[in-house]
């Protein structure tokens, strides 16, 4: 099944929007005032020239500390490489802008594995000056070490761990800080299960993996050992409930499909066993009967007998 990276990062961001804006962009920050957010429904563009229907990820009205007037916040999720991306973050600007006539923060997030460096400049220019110079916000996740934030109490830097620039043989490691991150961050279970559900999404253990993060963990010198483990120890029985629950509701409604199949069986052969006797009381013969309802001669004499 294709992952949905777009509504992913929707429901992250949406959850903890003020710390994703910490993050990234923290003299932003300081400037919003968190306290007067509203989360606005989807808008749908449609590209003419391309024939094709864009989707804006997220927008958020908010207000600037110290002033009065509202703010619009745009915040679109990349997961794929895209040559004309800004010119696509200039259209959604300029079309919000006609709708809303406010100031908008364009955001874009770069979340797809290729390492490269992103342009956040759409600008039309000639030989005789300059018409237009659009910038945007950009975060590059792949660009970002992930060492770098595991010290970050912060539910957007433990969740994007696994979108961050990290290797293979970094994995386990990798699993090991985000668990420690969750621990110290003390989240109610809704929001905890979402962080794990974001990141095990993206990094995934194999079993010999799974088995190193626990004698690793179990190595651990900190406070946080304990907890970590119940942790791993608390999720995988979850998993474990979780499938056999979806194990019983699938062999419950196989059974009952079974059941209306074997029903449906013996309802049928038992409804051609009434009518052939009752032809055979009509005085017609075995070969007649067989003929008429398209069943060997054999056959219908076992029902008859029956």
Same mark, same amino acid.
């Given at each position: 099944?294709?992952?949905?990276?777009?509504?992913?990062?929707?429901?992250?961001?949406?959850?903890?929007?003020?710390?994703?804006?910490?993050?990234?962009?923290?003299?932003?920050?300081?400037?919003?005032?968190?306290?007067?957010?509203?989360?606005?429904?989807?808008?749908?563009?449609?590209?003419?020239?391309?024939?094709?229907?864009?989707?804006?990820?997220?927008?958020?009205?908010?207000?600037?500390?110290? +002033?009065?007037?509202?703010?619009?916040?745009?915040?679109?999720?990349?997961?794929?490489?895209?040559?004309?991306?800004?010119?696509?973050?200039?259209?959604?600007?300029?079309?919000?802008?006609?709708?809303?006539?406010? #100031?908008?923060?364009?955001?874009?997030?770069?979340?797809?594995?290729?390492?490269?460096? +992103?342009?956040?400049?759409?600008?039309?220019?000639?030989?005789? *000056?300059?018409?237009?110079?659009?910038?945007?916000?950009?975060?590059?996740?792949?660009?970002?070490?992930?060492?770098?934030?595991?010290?970050?109490?912060?539910?957007?830097?433990?969740?994007?761990?696994?979108?961050?620039?990290?290797?293979?043989?970094?994995?386990?490691?990798?699993?090991?800080?985000?668990?420690?991150?969750?621990?110290?961050?003390?989240?109610?279970?809704?929001?905890?299960?979402?962080?794990?559900?974001?990141?095990?999404?993206?990094?995934?253990?194999?079993?010999?993996? +799974?088995?190193?993060?626990?004698?690793?963990?179990?190595?651990?010198?900190?406070?946080? #050992?304990?907890?970590?483990?119940?942790?791993?120890?608390?999720?995988?029985?979850?998993?474990?409930?979780? *499938?056999?629950?979806?194990?019983?509701?699938?062999?419950?409604?196989?059974?009952?499909?079974?059941?209306?199949?074997?029903?449906?069986?013996?309802?049928?052969?038992?409804?051609?066993?009434?009518?052939?006797?009752?032809?055979?009381?009509?005085?017609?013969?075995?070969?007649?009967?067989?003929?008429?309802?398209?069943?060997?001669?054999?056959?219908?004499?076992?029902?008859? +007998?029956?």
């Amino acid at each position: 099944m294709a992952i949905d990276h777009d509504r992913l990062f929707k429901e992250l961001i949406q959850t903890f929007f003020e710390e994703f804006i910490l993050l990234f962009f923290p003299d932003m920050h300081e400037h919003i005032d968190f306290g007067h957010l509203s989360f606005l429904s989807e808008e749908l563009f449609t590209d003419v020239t391309a024939g094709e229907k864009y989707r804006v990820d997220l927008l958020v009205e908010t207000k600037l500390r110290a +002033e009065d007037g509202l703010i619009i916040v745009h915040v679109e999720n990349q997961a794929y490489i895209q040559p004309s991306f800004p010119e696509r973050m200039f259209l959604y600007f300029s079309r919000l802008f006609e709708k809303y006539r406010t #100031r908008i923060v364009p955001i874009a997030v770069f979340s797809y594995d290729a390492l490269r460096k +992103e342009s956040s400049v759409f600008s039309i220019e000639f030989p005789f *000056g300059d018409v237009l110079q659009f910038r945007f916000f950009p975060v590059e996740l792949r660009n970002k070490y992930w060492r770098d934030y595991i010290r970050h109490d912060n539910p957007i830097a433990a969740a994007l761990l696994g979108k961050m620039g990290y290797t293979e043989s970094e994995k386990v490691e990798l699993k090991k800080e985000f668990l420690c991150m969750l621990v110290r961050l003390e989240l109610d279970e809704a929001r905890q299960r979402l962080l794990l559900g974001f990141f095990e999404t993206y990094v995934k253990l194999s079993e010999k993996e +799974e088995q190193q993060l626990q004698s690793e963990v179990k190595a651990m010198e900190t406070k946080e #050992r304990e907890k970590v483990l119940e942790l791993i120890i608390s999720y995988e029985q979850k998993g474990r409930k979780e *499938g056999l629950e979806e194990g019983m509701k699938r062999g419950i409604q196989q059974g009952i499909e079974q059941g209306m199949r074997q029903g449906m069986r013996q309802g049928m052969k038992q409804g051609m066993k009434q009518l052939i006797r009752n032809m055979a009381r009509k005085g017609m013969t075995v070969e007649d009967i067989a003929r008429l309802v398209d069943l060997p001669e054999e056959e219908v004499r076992e029902l008859l +007998e029956k």
